[in-house]
């Protein structure tokens, strides 16, 4: 199995330059608006990535999942 790379560039810009046409149409829609300003509140937290201890998807204890 292989990966044509190119269709995928291709595919890629291609998309982008859709999506840069859509931006461009839409763009007199939002002329006038207002800007928001938000805060966010941030701090550190430590976080359990698997509180079962195990991954679902693979159905195996994470500790083999370090190894591999």
Known sequence: MW???Q???Q???GSFWLL???IQMLSP???GGVTRVYYLGIHEVNWNYAPTGKNVLA???IAHN???
């Open 7 to 9: 269709k995928h560039l």
């Open 29 to 31: 829609m939002f002329v």
């Open 11 to 13: 595919s890629m810009m």
């Open 3 to 5: 990966c044509n790379l």
């Open 66 to 68: 370090l190894y591999v």
């Open 20 to 22: 840069l046409l859509y």
């Open 59 to 61: 159905n195996q204890s």
